[in-house]
């Protein structure tokens, strides 16, 4: 089975097995953000639970 190739750009693994992601909407048209908008979208948040077996069988790995 393959890896899907945009996924494993997209996603990476915490230590604990959870999956993170970055927020969408930070590349550019940044002028009409607000500077807390933008620091927020920074950060790296965790993929949703519903999310996360398609996720995962995107990325080939195990349920």
């Known amino acids: ?3 899907n ?3 494993k750009k997209r996603f990476s693994f915490t ?3 959870k999956i993170k992601r970055k ?3 930070k590349s550019h048209i940044l002028t ?3 500077t807390k ?3 927020a979208l920074t950060h790296v ?3 949703n639970e519903a999310d996360q077996s ?3 069988f995107m990325l080939g790995v195990g349920k």
């Open 5 to 7: 190739s945009s996924a």
């Open 15 to 17: 230590g604990t097995g």
């Open 1 to 3: 089975m393959k890896t």
């Open 37 to 39: 908008r933008k620091r």
């Open 23 to 25: 927020h969408a909407f």
């Open 32 to 34: 009409k953000k607000s």
């Open 45 to 47: 948040s965790i993929v």
């Open 54 to 56: 398609n996720v995962k």
